[in-house]
């Protein structure tokens, strides 16, 4: 009997350091970016500040962790809704993360 098998291109351990580096930079982020109030925002010193350490926390994951160009693509897709989920909005999400392709992920 003929069996097929669909090819692991990936690999286990590959999926796991993108879930593990995914994890690091949602704890990173939120231990970081001041969480969106409703009665007094963040002014634009803070978040210039927070998403400087972000920046440099990523830059870190990203060495740590190896991430190709495919990885930094994984890592960035499945940290959006991670953030969406715990309470900032679509657009200051998109904002970040643009931010961190532009000045972590890319080089």
Known sequence: MLSFQQPNFFGETTLSRYSDA?????????????????????????????LEQFNTQARAVRTQYRLGLLGRAIVAYRLQPRLIAAGYSPDVVRQILFSMVLHAFVG
């Open 22 to 50: 995914t994890q690091t930079l949602e704890s990173a982020f939120l231990a970081v970016v001041p969480k969106p109030k409703k009665n007094k925002p963040p002014s634009k010193a803070e978040w210039a500040q927070a």
